[in-house]
């Protein structure tokens, strides 16, 4: 069965240090990936998202992620973290042939001060 | 561009009350969905269409209905409400290709007590 998994519930971090938060997806066939960004209270907005190409993509502010195939993982990761990236991330899956999205449960990311 | 709205932005429903969330895009999107919100479970899809005048079922169809009567909006209907449909609804609308990037409306939080 197809899955999108984010392993970590809750990361902690604080202002300045790095964020590294993992997705692990289970499909068969060649997979379109994407980071959705919840605010507190907020829609989902869209950080980045892979389809072919370069293995490491840019997002929005100041994100990146890894795409690993032999890994089945899409990493996302900040260098430098900042009090308003406090959110719940979520890791999104797609396939070619299919329109609809898998969601992971999400993370929750806090940020000290 | 407003681009994907929804009303209301709240609501709380006794038992056994009906309501209709509308969601609206104005982005020309092809494809539109609704999905429900809970806590840890990430995002999961109720219905789904590709087009006006389509509907289909997601992965937690029962106890809603949905009607796209016009491209541009997509309505999400609960006929009689229940406890366990108290949750935060999304909608959100795509292109036709891929990589089916979906963008999301603001949400609307539904109480049934």
């Known amino acids: 069965a197809q899955s999108v998994t984010q392993p970590d519930i809750h990361i902690t971090v604080s202002e300045g240090a790095s964020l590294e938060l993992r997705c692990n997806y289970s499909y068969g066939a060649t997979p379109y990936l994407f980071w959705y960004v919840q605010s507190p209270g907020q829609g989902l907005q869209l950080l980045l998202k892979y389809f072919s190409g370069d293995t490491l993509v840019q997002g929005i502010k100041g994100f990146e992620a890894e795409f690993k195939r032999s890994q089945s993982s899409f990493n996302l990761r900040k260098p430098s973290v900042h009090w308003s990236d406090a959110a719940e991330y979520f890791c999104a899956v797609g396939v070619s042939n299919d329109y609809k999205l898998s969601f992971g449960a999400g993370t929750t990311v806090t940020v000290r001060a | 561009n407003a681009g994907v709205t929804q009303t209301p932005k709240f609501r709380v429903l006794k038992t056994g009350q009906s309501m209709t969330l509308l969601c609206a895009q104005d982005m020309n999107h092809e494809y539109m969905y609704w999905y429900r919100q809970d806590p840890g479970m990430g995002l999961r899809l109720i219905h789904y269409?590709?087009?006006?005048?389509?509907?289909a079922k997601g992965e937690v169809p029962d106890g809603y209905n949905v009607s796209r009567l016009k491209k541009q909006n997509f309505l999400l209907g609960l006929e009689s409400a229940a406890p366990s449909q108290t949750s935060v609804y999304f909608c959100?609308?795509?292109?036709?290709?891929?990589?089916?990037?979906?963008?999301f409306g603001p949400g609307t939080r539904l109480t049934v007590t």
């Open positions: 959100a609308s795509s292109w036709t290709g891929p990589p089916y990037e979906q963008y």
């Open positions: 269409s590709v087009g006006e005048g389509t509907t």
